[in-house]
């Protein structure tokens, strides 16, 4: 079984920054894809940042610039380097990592860590 365990949140102001990183208990170079999500109270989970194949980042529109998602292979971590922080990036962050092997693909999930951003 597959652990995810997220870090780095917190409350923070507007401009600010923060790192969250997300802990593998195995190897992340076994996971084909490793992403960012976002649940904001009332709102459904979104997807922020992915990277792919180690190499291979994607964002969405509304963190493009201020966000950066990057692994870091001797720990087995993703992280998420986020700036210029704005009171709507509030919301818990959920790291998400995906496995395929034999043809099959599994979706792991961390629990989550709040990020609060104060006007």
């Known amino acids: 079984q597959v652990q995810l365990v997220e870090s780095g949140g917190g409350l923070v102001q507007a401009g600010g920054s923060l790192m969250l990183s997300c802990a593998a208990s195995?190897?992340?170079?076994?996971?084909?894809?490793m992403r960012w999500y976002r649940q904001a109270p009332g709102k459904q989970r979104e997807l922020v940042a992915a990277?792919?194949?180690?190499?291979?980042?994607n964002y969405a529109d509304s963190v493009k610039g201020r966000f950066t998602i990057s692994r870091d292979t001797a720990k087995n971590t993703v992280n998420l380097q986020m700036s210029s922080l704005k009171p709507e990036d509030t919301a818990v962050y959920y790291c998400?990592?995906?496995?395929?092997?034999?043809?099959?693909?599994?979706?792991?999930w961390g629990q989550g860590t709040q990020v609060t951003v104060s006007s």
């Open positions: 998400n990592a995906v496995r395929e092997l034999l043809g099959i693909v599994r979706d792991y």
């Open positions: 195995r190897s992340i170079r076994d996971f084909k894809t």
């Open positions: 990277l792919s194949q180690g190499t291979i980042s």
